[in-house]
């Protein structure tokens, strides 16, 4: 199994600051298959970027994504108080199981 | 607008069988592949597995002894049954659709429903 792990596990940050967030495989994922969610507490995950870097339908271009192989960033350019949430990276480039990343909780400094 | 909703019991006794359902409304459950994820209580997401609208599936490997998804296209659902549960098996149950055949990621997710496992 691919091991998805996040780094760090809580980033405290002022509203209009850049967060950068990161997502390390044990091995690499092929063709750049990794995707970011976005949870909310009570909430369902929103996927925020798949295929490494390609933004989901409706998601502000603060957000973006990057990297390859094994390791891969989600950067928030200018964050906003709704962007206050845990974020998950996905792994969905190798046989099953698909697996998600332990999180990263960005709360507010 | 497409939307999914779980459904089921939300308690479950050890060793008995856990069985959910997913409702798609607004649109087709044809032509997706559909999934099942938990997390549980204050821990991080995990996969179960998938089904393809023709019944096709595939499940994780450390549930797949355990685990039946089915497809009722009829109804526009797709099922979960757990079976042999303990309380590691409590989580918040979510139903999800992959939006691409075989790029194993979700774009549109259930609220979910809490199973708790408990006598």
């Known amino acids: 199994d691919i091991v998805l792990t996040q780094s760090p596990g809580t980033l405290s940050l002022s509203p209009g600051e850049r967060a950068t967030l990161s997502c390390r495989a044990s091995q690499s994922v092929s063709s750049s298959y990794l995707a970011w969610y976005q949870q909310k507490p009570g909430q369902a995950p929103r996927l925020l970027i798949d295929g490494a870097s390609s933004r989901a339908t409706g998601i502000p271009d603060r957000f973006s994504g990057s990297g390859s192989g094994t390791d891969f960033t989600l950067t928030i350019s200018r964050l906003e108080p709704e962007d206050f949430a845990v974020y998950y990276c996905?792994?969905?480039?190798?046989?099953?199981?698909?697996?998600f990343g332990q999180g990263t909780k960005l709360e507010i400094k | 607008q497409v939307q999914l909703q779980e459904s089921g019991p939300g308690l479950v006794k050890p060793s008995e069988t856990l069985s959910l359902t997913c409702t798609v409304s607004?649109?087709?459950?044809?032509?997706?592949?559909w999934s099942w994820i938990r997390q549980p209580p204050g821990k991080g997401l995990e996969w179960i597995g998938n089904?393809?609208?023709?019944?096709?599936?595939n499940y994780n490997p450390s549930l797949n002894s355990r685990v039946t998804i089915s497809v009722d296209t009829s109804k526009n659902q797709f099922s979960l049954k757990l079976s042999s549960v303990t309380a590691a098996d409590t989580a918040v149950y979510y139903c999800a659709r992959v939006p691409h055949s075989r790029r194993w990621y979700f774009d549109l997710w259930g609220r979910g429903t809490l199973v708790t496992v408990s006598s």
């Open positions: 089904i393809y609208y023709t019944g096709s599936t």
């Open positions: 996905q792994q969905y480039g190798s046989s099953p199981p698909y697996t």
């Open positions: 607004g649109g087709s459950i044809s032509s997706y592949y």
